[in-house]
C-alpha cells in the first residue's frame, strides 16, 4: 500500500528491514510496528498487525535513531554559523533524532532562561530534540560555578566548558560533585593550556615541515588525568570529549578498569584521518584536538571497539566560509559532520574491519543513550519510535552544495564515502529521507 509521505498515518508497519538491536544486525528480515509514535511491536518474519498502511524498505537496515553527545549550533550570538533550525536539518539528514547542544554561544548557556530558549526552539523546528548541555563555569570563564541545580529543572542534560578546558581543578572538583548530585554528567575539554600553549595542529613531523606551531598530545593526556582523578575522589560521572591521542585511550581504559564512573566520545575525523591531511595548508582540517598520528588514530578505532570510548560524536563546528578561507593559522578550529558521520563510520571502521556494523549502530544509538541516562537508543516494545533507516553500502560523495546546515566546513568535502541514511524518523513521525532512491 502506498501512502504520502508528507501525510505519515498515526499507526502504520514498516516492513522488509533487518532489525539492529543491542549491537547485533538481525539475519531476517523483520518489521516494526508503529502506534501514535511509539513502538507497538517489533520482531522478524511476518507482521501479526493487519490493514495498515505500510512503508515497504526492503533490504534496508531499520535502527534507533542516532544521538549526538556533542554538537555546536551557534544559537544565540552566531547565527549566520548554524541556527537550531538549520543544524536540526543536518541532524536529521545524518539519521540523528536527539542531540546535545554545547552552551559556547553569545551569550553562553549558563542560566535556566537559555537552557529553556534552546530547547523551545528544537521544539519549533521539531526535527530532532535539542538538549542543551549547560556551561559549567559563569560566562565560561572558570571562575564560579554557573546555575546548574535551575539549569538542570529547566532541562539541561550536561555541563560543559566546551572550546575551553576547566583550568581551576578546585572548580572541577565542585562541578564533578555537584553533578553527581543531580545525575548528570560533567564533559570534559580536555586540553592542558599550558602545555599545547598557541599551536595551532598536532606537534610532529607534519607541523615541523609546515612551519606552523604544534599542539603536543600531552596536552590532551595530562588534562585527562587529572579530570579523571578528581572524579575518582568525587564518584561523579566524567564525559571525556573529542578523545585523540593514544595516551588519552589508555588512560580511560586504565580508569574504568579501576571502576571510576568515566565515560568518553570520539568524532568520526579523529577515527579516520592523521596530521597530514594539514599538508596543503588547508583550514578545513584544522580543529581542537587536531588530527594526530596514525598510531592514534588506530588508538581511537580500538577504543571504540573494545568500549574504552562508548559512543561516537560528531563535535559538529560551523564556521564561515570567509572565516575558513583564512590563513590555517588564523582559521578557527572546528568542522561540521552531522550528516558524514555514519558514513565516515561504515567506510573507516566497518569497511576496515575495526568494528561490524551492529557496534558501528551501537556507537550512534545505545551507548550514547547509556552515557546520558536517557531512554533513548533502542526499540523496545512501549518506546518512542525514534528510527533511521540505512543502506550501509550505498555509496556518494560528500558535496557542499548537497548538505543541509548552514555552513559548508566539512574535511571530508569531495570525499566517496558508503553508507547511507534513507529516512529518518522521530516519534514515528518522518522528519528528513533521502531522494534517490525513493521510498513508497
Not at 521544539?123 to 535539542?130: D, K, P, S, Y
Not at 559549567?136 to 572558570?142: D, E, K, M
Not at 590532551?220 to 568525587?234: G, H, Q, W
Not at 559538529?316 to 570567509?322: D, E, I, K, R
Amino acid at each position: 500500500m502506498e501512502w504520502s509521505w508528507q501525510r505519515i498515518p498515526a499507526e502504520y508497519l514498516v516492513t522488509g528491514v533487518k532489525l539492529a538491536r543491542g549491537g547485533k544486525i538481525a539475519a531476517r528480515k523483520g518489521y516494526l510496528h508503529v502506534k501514535k509514535g511509539r513502538v507497538e511491536a517489533l520482531g522478524v518474519g511476518k507482521p501479526t498487525a493487519e490493514g495498515l498502511p505500510v512503508l515497504e524498505a526492503d533490504g534496508l537496515i531499520l535502527a534507533p535513531g542516532f544521538i549526538d553527545t556533542h554538537v555546536h549550533f551557534r544559537e544565540p550570538g552566531e547565527e549566520e554559523k548554524e541556527t537550531v533550525a538549520t543544524g536540526s536539518r543536518a541532524a536529521a539528514a545524518g539519521g540523528f533524532t536527539t542531540v546535545v547542544t554545547m552552551p559556547n554561544t553569545d551569550p553562553t548557556i549558563d542560566n535556566p532562561g537559555l537552557v529553556r530558549y534552546v530547547i523551545d526552539r528544537g521544539n519549533e523546528a521539531g526535527l530532532c530534540r535539542v538538549l542543551p548541555a549547560g556551561a559549567v563555569s559563569i560566562g565560561r570563564q572558570g571562575q564560579g560555578l554557573a546555575e546548574l541545580g535551575a539549569m538542570v529543572e529547566a532541562g539541561a542534560r550536561a555541563f560543559t566548558d566546551d572550546g575551553s578546558p576547566i583550568e581551576n581543578g578546585k572548580l572541577m572538583a565542585a562541578a564533578l560533585k555537584y553533578g553527581n548530585l543531580l545525575g548528570v554528567p560533567i564533559m570534559s575539554h580536555a586540553e592542558d593550556r599550558s602545555i599545547v600553549g598557541s599551536g595551532c595542529m598536532h606537534g610532529g613531523y607534519w607541523s615541523t615541515r609546515l612551519g606552523l606551531t604544534g599542539m603536543a598530545r600531552a596536552g590532551e593526556d595530562a588534562a585527562v588525568f587529572r579530570d579523571i582523578e578528581l572524579a575518582r575522589a568525587s564518584g561523579g560521572h566524567l564525559h571525556v570529549c573529542h578523545v585523540s591521542t593514544r595516551g588519552a585511550v589508555d588512560i580511560i581504559r586504565r580508569a574504568k578498569a579501576d571502576g571510576i564512573n568515566v565515560t568518553a566520545e570520539a568524532t568520526p575525523h579523529h577515527f579516520s584521518l592523521d596530521h597530514s591531511r594539514c599538508r596543503d595548508y588547508s583550514p578545513r582540517f584544522k580543529m581542537n584536538p587536531p588530527l594526530r598520528e596514525t598510531d592514534d588514530v588506530a588508538a581511537v578505532a580500538d577504543g571504540l571497539a573494545d568500549g574504552t570510548i562508548d559512543c561516537i560524536a560528531t563535535d559538529h563546528a560551523p564556521h564561515t566560509a570567509t572565516e575558513k578561507e583564512l590563513q590555517f593559522d588564523q582559521a578557527p578550529f572546528g568542522v561540521i559532520g552531522l550528516e558524514t558521520a555514519f558514513a565516515v563510520g561504515v567506510t573507516y571502521l566497518v569497511e576496515e574491519g575495526r568494528l561490524d556494523l551492529g557496534q558501528l549502530i551501537a556507537c550512534f544509538s545505545e551507548r550514547p543513550a547509556r552515557v546520558l541516562g536517557l531512554p533513548l537508543g533502542s526499540l523496545e516494545d512501549g518506546a518512542e519510535a525514534d528510527f533511521v533507516l540505512l543502506d550501509p553500502s550505498g555509496e556518494w560523495t560528500v558535496d557542499a552544495t548537497t548538505l543541509h546546515g548552514r555552513s559548508e566546513n566539512s574535511c571530508f568535502l569531495g570525499d566517496r564515502l558508503r553508507g547511507r541514511v534513507m529516512a529518518t524518523f522521530m516519534r514515528g513521525r518522518l522528519t528528513w529521507r533521502a531522494t534517490e532512491p525513493s521510498l513508497t
